[in-house]
Each structure stands twice: as structure tokens, then as C-alpha cells.
Nanobody
Framework: VQLQAFGGGLVQAGGSLRLSCVAP????????MGWYRQAPENERELVAE????????NYADSVKGRFTISRENDRNTLYLDMNDLNPADTAVYYC?????????????WGRGTLVTVSS
């Protein structure tokens, strides 16, 4: 299963980017979706996650008030709107899907998209 993440790039501090992730519909609509990131020499960390229904959302403290996660289930697409970016946000951003179906857990990752914020 392949998750496709898009939208990374180079942006100046204070700027904005929108990341998108497309997943197969058989996975997306029943999955809790999330964005993770990994900066050089750091561990991968959760940025934001959203439940399958979209009613429950969690953010890392470092991005609260600046980033917004959302999903369009009819387009099998996950978004991350990132505003007021700063160099500490520089990382490879990964899309993640987690499902629990009939007691079986499954997890899927995208290849990642690089976000670079210059000062």
C-alpha cells in the first residue's frame, strides 16, 4: 500500500506550505491519519493526527496554533496546512495511516516530503 505525500519545498521563515497525502480509499476512510516528521539526527515525531471521522484531532505542542490537519474522505486526501513556519520545522514529513479492523491493527507510511525553512 502506497501513501503519496506532496507539497514539500523551500520556504522562508514566516511562510506557509500545504502538504497533501493521498491514500487508497480502502485504507483511508477507516484510518486514523497523521503527519509525522523527522529532522536530521532526530527521531521521527508526531506532528498531528486526525480520526477517521475527523472529529478528534491532536497536535504536537510545537505546532499548535500554526498547523492545521484536515481530511477529505471523498477524495481520500489528508492535508497539513503549515503557517508561520520557522527553521525548527525543517524536516522530512511523512503521512501515516493506522487502522483497527476486526481486532487487527495495520499501519502504513508514505515516502515523505522534504520541508526546508530558511531563516
Amino acid at each position: 500500500v502506497q501513501l503519496q505525500a506532496f507539497g514539500g519545498g523551500l520556504v522562508q521563515a514566516g511562510g506557509s506550505l500545504r502538504l497533501s497525502c493521498v491514500a487508497p480509499g480502502s485504507i483511508f476512510n477507516s484510518a486514523k491519519m497523521g503527519w509525522y516528521r523527522q529532522a536530521p539526527e532526530n527521531e521521527r515525531e508526531l506532528v498531528a493526527e486526525i480520526s477517521a471521522s475527523g472529529r478528534t484531532i491532536n497536535y504536537a505542542d510545537s505546532v499548535k496554533g500554526r498547523f492545521t490537519i484536515s481530511r477529505e474522505n471523498d477524495r481520500n486526501t489528508l492535508y497539513l496546512d503549515m503557517n508561520d513556519l520557522n527553521p525548527a520545522d525543517t524536516a522530512v514529513y511523512y503521512c501515516n495511516a493506522k487502522r483497527l479492523v476486526l481486532g487487527t491493527r495495520s499501519e502504513y507510511w508514505g515516502r515523505g516530503t522534504l520541508v526546508t525553512v530558511s531563516s
